[in-house]
């Protein structure tokens, strides 16, 4: 969906993937339990804290800007991969995560130690 695309529209019930580019509330807080990847491109500026829990991959592109917490992840969450300057704490590690892709100047890379970390 573009940046500027700001209209409710209603996804198919079986959607696995989707890519967000812009800030609409509809797309982050209803969408579809179904959904298992979610890629955020460079203009998403939204709170994640309302997705579904079937998300097993969320993707930011590297150049990214987003700048808020990710506390809210799923547990079944596997992949995270985060804008090459994020530098928040993620305090609540979703339990299944595997892997983390990430700068490899993160302030809080020592964090996943037990979990697989692949650096830019």
């Not at 573009?2 to 079986?14: A, E, I, K, V």
């Not at 979610?38 to 709170?47: A, G, S």
């Not at 809080?108 to 650096?119: G, H, L, P, R, W």
Request: charged share 25%; glycine share 2%.
């Amino acid at each position: 969906m573009g940046y500027c695309f700001n209209q409710r529209d209603d996804l198919p019930s079986n959607i696995k993937s989707i890519t967000l580019n812009c800030n609409n509330l509809f797309y982050t807080d209803f969408l579809p339990s179904s959904i298992e990847e979610i890629k955020l491109e460079y203009d998403f500026k939204l709170e994640l804290n309302n997705l579904p829990s079937s998300i097993k991959k969320i993707s930011f592109v590297k150049q990214s800007k987003y700048n808020k917490e990710l506390n809210c992840l799923s547990n079944k969450l596997e992949i995270l991969q985060l804008p090459i300057k994020y530098n928040l704490q993620i305090k609540n590690i979703p339990k299944g995560l595997k892997k983390l892709i990430c700068d490899k100047n993160y302030p809080f890379i020592n964090d996943f130690k037990s979990y697989q970390v692949e650096t830019y």
